[in-house]
């Protein structure tokens, strides 16, 4: 059965663990909601865990709320700059980060309007690094309870940083602040290379028992 998602900003191991092994929708129908990964992620450095976080356009009215692909990105704020310099610093001494890094470049070097847009491009491109099939299904109306697919859209809530438990991999600094669980899929990426999609391959879900 397939599974519902969320596209985050560069998504978690867990999520990105989801893509490797199951058929994957996406979630495009959904209104914004804030403290999740879908403008934040989460990467390590030597100070533990560094959030990176997407500045957006907030509207007004008496609700404030608007739908996720409709969430457009405030560029006005140099964050790309400063997402990148984050990376490279953190990750500068990892073993496959010189080897990945022009391939994520375009991604802070282009000017994206809307946050869904970026979202999906990260995916794009992790799922190319990775040899994984980019899925390719949307919902196309929103639905509380969905029929006939398996609801993972709780993935993107960065409040519970470790719903499920991953295995451990060697990471930067991890001598510092041990294994930090669930960060970006960059983490992994960076630090464990092409043996990165065996990794995600490998996560136990309770949905696969």
Known sequence: MALL??????????????????????????????????????????????????????????????????????????????????????????????????????????????????NLETITVLCRLLDLPFPTGKTTRYQTKPENVQDGRSLICAKEKNPIPTPEYPQVFQERHGFLQNLSTLDLLFNEGPAAKAYLKGVEFPWNA
């Open 5 to 118: 998602l969320h596209p985050g900003y560069f998504p978690n191991c867990l999520t990105m663990a989801v893509v490797a092994q199951h058929q994957v929708i996406w979630e495009v129908w959904d209104n914004f909601q804030k403290q999740t990964y879908r403008n934040r992620c989460y990467i390590a450095t030597d100070q533990g865990a560094l959030m990176l976080n997407i500045p957006i356009v907030h509207v007004g009215g008496s609700t404030g709320r608007q739908l996720y692909r409709d969430v457009r990105i405030e560029n006005t704020y140099p964050w790309q700059r400063q997402h990148w310099r984050s990376l490279a610093t953190a990750y500068r001494s990892a073993p496959f980060f010189e080897f990945y890094e022009e391939d994520f470049m375009p991604i802070f070097e282009n000017s994206f309007g809307f946050l869904m847009d970026l």
